[in-house]
Structure formats: structure tokens, C-alpha cells
């Protein structure tokens, strides 16, 4: 499993971009390549858990999403987990 974790800097162009990225969110989830994802309670940010074997896999959903392009989104990290309880 692969963690992403955004950092937002308050930029309301995001918003513009969320429902679609909602949508891939979904269609991943489906595929079961998306554990979990959500933003924040504070807004800050947002952490998304993918359920992928390999990092290529995980590098290559990341860079389908515009969403973590858009304005007022950073990647605050990428990082490879071993999950002990599922």
C-alpha cells in the first residue's frame, strides 16, 4: 500500500477540480486500487491510501489525476506502508 499525502494552501481554485477528482477517487475504489481518502477536518490537507503492489502502479494513478496539479494542492509526501491490521 502507498499513502499520498496533500497539504492546501486555501487557493479556492481547488474546489473547481474536487468533483472530478471525487469521481476517479470512485471509480478506483471500485477497483479496489483506494482503500480510503479524505480530506482533513481542518482542511489543511488530506490523506489517500491506495491499494497498489507496486510504486509504478501507485506513480502512475497519482499522475492520471489532474487534481494534484491544480492550483492549491501540494504532494506533501508519498510513501510506501505495511499495514500490520487490515
Not at 7 to 24: K, M, Q, S
Not at 65 to 79: L, M, N, S
Request: glycine letters at 6%; hydrophobic letters at 45%.
Amino acid at each position: 500500500m502507498y499513502l499520498l499525502e496533500l497539504a492546501f494552501d486555501g487557493n479556492p481554485e481547488r474546489l473547481e477540480h474536487r468533483p472530478a477528482h471525487r469521481e476517479v477517487l470512485a471509480a478506483l475504489k471500485e477497483r479496489g486500487k483506494v482503500a480510503m481518502a479524505g480530506p482533513y477536518a481542518d482542511e489543511s490537507g488530506a490523506l489517500l491510501i491506495f491499494d497498489v503492489a507496486t510504486e509504478e502502479e501507485f506513480e502512475a494513478l497519482v499522475a492520471a489525476d489532474p487534481y494534484y496539479r491544480a492550483p492549491g494542492v501540494t504532494i506533501a509526501a508519498k510513501r510506501l506502508w505495511n499495514p500490520v491490521i487490515r
